[in-house]
């Protein structure tokens, strides 16, 4: 961005499919840095005029930048291949109370029941499942969140999941952050199948897997980047 700026360039589209950091963005606890709120302040003082972005981890991350943010969403991918894979008697479940938001609107979307995952984080990368708040048992399950870091809330929901007698569960996340021991945890875990985007590569391994399924969002932001060039409404693609 620095050096766009310092060879006049005319305008500055910053495009981050996944913005880092963006779980850091409260205090939770004294003496902690909002890292969230300091990469908005440097990708604005670097020089970018405008930043477009894919599912944060909280929307509200939008206010941090004085600078426009589109903000797009996987959804239209993820259900795309939801509804050509086809799942009968299907309910989506939310691993957490923060994603209720984003399972209720694909539940809608999808004409399907909804359910919530009542948890406990004990610490980072720690949790701990305590109940279930809707029906599962017998039915097809489809666990949504945002992101697989560790993979141990997934993991763990679909284990809660598979005690109450859900039929099948599989997953489906934005960016597959996928540290540490994820993949270990998402191959030995009850799921049938992890569908992730292409927001972040996959190495080598990673790609081997064979429950993991990679969608591209490379239309999609393609698309809102020809927009933007062409000063065109992107609203249509807030989907």
Known sequence: IDALKRSSAYRITAVIPYFGYARQDRKEQPRVPISAKLMADLITTAGADRVLTMDLHAGQIQGFFNIPVDHLYATPVLLDYINKRGAADLVVVSPDAGGVERARAFAKRLQAQLAI????????????????????????????????????????????????????????????????????????????????????????????????????????????????????SVSSLFA
């Open 117 to 232: 995952i009542d948890k406990r984080r004990e610490g980072p990368n720690n949790t701990q499942v305590m109940n279930i708040i809707g029906d599962v048992d017998g039915r097809n399950v489809l666990l949504l969140d945002d992101m697989i870091d560790t993979a141990g809330t997934i993991v763990q929901g679909a284990q809660a999941c598979a005690e109450k007698g859900a039929r099948m569960v599989w997953a489906g996340c934005t960016h597959p952050v996928l540290s540490g021991p994820a993949l270990e945890r998402l191959q030995e875990s009850c799921l049938t199948e992890v569908v992730v985007t292409n927001t972040i590569p996959l190495n080598g391994k990673e790609q081997r897997c064979p429950k993991l399924r990679v969608l591209s969002v490379a239309p999609l932001l393609g698309e809102a980047i020809t927009r933007i060039h062409s000063e065109e």
